[in-house]
C-alpha cells in the first residue's frame, strides 16, 4: 500500500474546497470524543517516536491509516493545533508526515470525518529523547574463564544488547596466560566487536606484570584493600601521574593493535580510582570518554576500606541518577570553573553487579526514567566482572535486569531505551 509523501499531503491539507469537491478542510480544531468511533479504525500510529541526536536517528515521520465507512468523503487529522487533510486511497485514507518538529512529550492527535466539529478518535503517541542504557564488562583478571565468556555469548544471544568491554591488557603480559590461551581469547574479543558490534574499551588495574612489560617502576604502597600489594592488582591508578600513565596507556594499546584489537578510545579504571592526573593522560591520548566517576554509596560492601573511602571523597556528589560531563584540567568532577577536557565522562551509576540486588537495579533504572517522555537524552552505565568467580547469580541479576530494560526498547516501539557502547555514546552528550 503506498504512503503519500508528506509534500502530498501539505498540498492536499488546503482551506476551501478542491476541485473535486470535497468539503473543505476544517478551520477549527474539533472537539475530542467521548469515545473513540469503532466505525473508524486507525492502524500504524507508533507510540514512541525517538527525538534523534548525533548518536541516535530520530524517528520522525509518523504514517496513518484509517479505515473509514463507506461514503466518507474526507479525514482530516490534527497534530496539536496544525490541520492535514488526509489522502484517500483503495477505499482508506493515508497520512505521511514528519513530527520532528514536535517537542517532547505526549502528544494527542484528533482526527474528524467530512469536516465534523467533533472529532471520532482521539490518539496518543510519545516523542521522547533516548534512555541510553550500557552494559559493560570490567576485566580486573588476566583470564576471564570459559564460564564467563560463555556466559556473554548468552546474554548476547537473549537479548539486543551492544556491549562495552574494558579489556585488561595484562592478558598479554601475565606470564600465567599461555600465549594459545592469549590468542583464544583475543579470538573472542575480536568476534564480540565484529559479530555483536561490541566495543573493546580500555581497563587498568596497574599490575606489576604489565607495568613493568611497560617500563615502569611497579607502585606496591599505594592499594586500596590492603598495606601493601606486590602484585600491583589494588593499587590507586592515580598513584601514577600523567607522564607515568600515558606510558601505560601507549603500552596497553600496542597490545591491543598486536592482538588484532584495535586501538581502545573508552576508559575506565581499576577501582574507579581515576585522579586528575589520569584523566589529563587520557585526554592526552585522544580517549573519547572515561566512566570512572562512581556511584560510591552502592559499593557499601567495601565500608571500612580505603577503597570505600577513595571513592567517596573522589566522587561525592556522584549518585543513581549523575549524568555525562566534562572534567577539566584541574577537576575529575568538572565543577571547579577551570577549561574542560574533550573527554566525556560518564558516570557508573548503575555500579556493576556485585555490589547491588536487582532489586536496586531496577530503581536505578527507575530513578532514571518515570515512565514518560524525556526532554533530554539519559544514560545509565551498568556492569559485572567477567571472571572465574563470576557466579550464576551475577548471571541471573544482569540478565534479569536486561529483561526489564528490554521492556521498554524503542526498536520494539515499547519506550525509549536504546542500547549503546560509550565510543557512540559520545556524540548524544556534546560540549556546551
Not at 24 to 52: C, S, V
Not at 274 to 288: C, N
Not at 399 to 413: R, S, V, W
Amino acid at each position: 500500500m503506498r504512503i503519500p509523501s508528506y509534500a502530498a499531503v501539505l498540498a492536499l491539507s488546503v482551506i476551501g474546497c478542491g476541485d473535486n469537491g470535497d468539503p473543505p478542510a476544517a478551520t477549527n480544531k474539533p472537539d475530542a470524543p467521548a469515545a473513540n468511533d469503532d466505525a473508524f479504525q486507525i492502524h500504524g500510529l507508533h507510540k514512541w517516536y525517538l527525538i534523534g541526536n548525533a548518536a541516535t536517528p530520530g524517528d520522525d515521520t509518523l504514517k496513518i491509516i484509517v479505515d473509514a465507512p463507506a461514503g466518507t468523503q474526507v479525514v482530516d487529522a490534527w497534530i496539536g493545533d496544525k490541520p492535514l487533510r488526509m489522502q484517500p486511497q483503495d477505499g482508506e485514507f493515508a497520512l505521511e508526515t514528519s513530527v520532528a518538529d514536535v517537542p517532547a512529550g505526549a502528544r494527542t492527535m484528533v482526527f474528524a470525518a467530512d469536516g465534523s466539529p467533533t472529532a471520532f478518535a482521539a490518539v496518543t503517541f510519545n516523542r521522547s529523547a533516548p534512555y541510553y542504557v550500557l552494559v559493560s564488562t570490567d576485566w580486573d583478571f588476566s583470564d576471564p574463564g570459559d564460564v564467563a565468556m560463555a556466559d556473554i555469548d548468552d546474554l548476547h544471544a537473549h537479548h539486543p544488547i551492544r556491549m562495552t568491554d574494558f579489556v585488561g591488557p595484562y592478558t598479554f603480559t601475565d606470564p600465567a596466560v599461555t600465549p594459545a590461551r592469549r590468542d583464544q581469547i583475543a579470538s573472542w574479543l575480536i568476534m564480540q566487536r565484529d559479530t555483536n558490534h561490541d566495543e573493546l574499551g580500555l581497563h587498568i588495574h596497574p599490575y606489576c606484570n604489565f607495568v613493568e612489560d611497560a617500563g615502569v617502576t611497579c607502585v606496591t604502597d599505594k592499594s586500596t584493600v590492603y598495606a601493601e600489594d606486590t602484585s600491583g592488582y589494588t593499587i590507586e591508578l592515580d598513584a601514577y601521574d600523567r607522564a607515568t600513565m600515558g606510558t601505560l596507556l601507549d603500552h596497553a594499546a600496542d597490545l591491543f593493535d598486536a592482538h588484532g584489537l584495535g586501538r581502545p578510545h573508552t576508559f575506565r579504571a581499576g577501582g574507579w580510582t581515576a585522579g586528575v592526573e589520569t584523566m589529563l593522560a587520557l585526554d592526552d591520548k585522544g580517549y573519547i570518554a572515561d566512566t570512572s566517576a562512581l556511584n560510591w554509596a552502592r559499593i557499601e560492601e567495601w565500608r571500612g576500606k580505603l577503597l570505600y573511602t577513595w571513592n567517596m571523597e573522589h566522587w561525592t556528589p556522584i549518585g543513581d541518577t549523575s549524568q555525562p560531563y566534562y572534567p577539566t584540567q584541574t577537576a575529575t568532577l568538572g565543577d571547579d570553573g577551570s577549561a574542560p577536557l574533550s573527554i566525556l565522562e560518564v558516570p557508573d551509576n548503575g555500579v556493576m553487579i556485585d555490589y547491588v540486588s536487582i532489586y536496586e537495579m531496577y530503581g536505578v533504572f527507575d530513578a532514571n526514567w518515570d515512565g514518560t517522555p524525556l526532554a533530554h537524552p539519559i544514560s545509565l552505565m551498568m556492569g559485572f566482572h567477567p571472571s572465574t568467580s563470576y557466579s550464576a547469580g551475577e548471571q541471573d541479576r544482569v540478565d534479569k535486569f536486561l529483561t526489564y530494560a528490554d521492556k521498554h526498547l524503542a526498536t520494539n516501539d515499547l519506550g525509549p531505551v536504546v542500547y549503546t557502547t560509550l565510543s557512540d555514546l559520545v556524540a548524544a552528550f556534546p560540549p556546551d
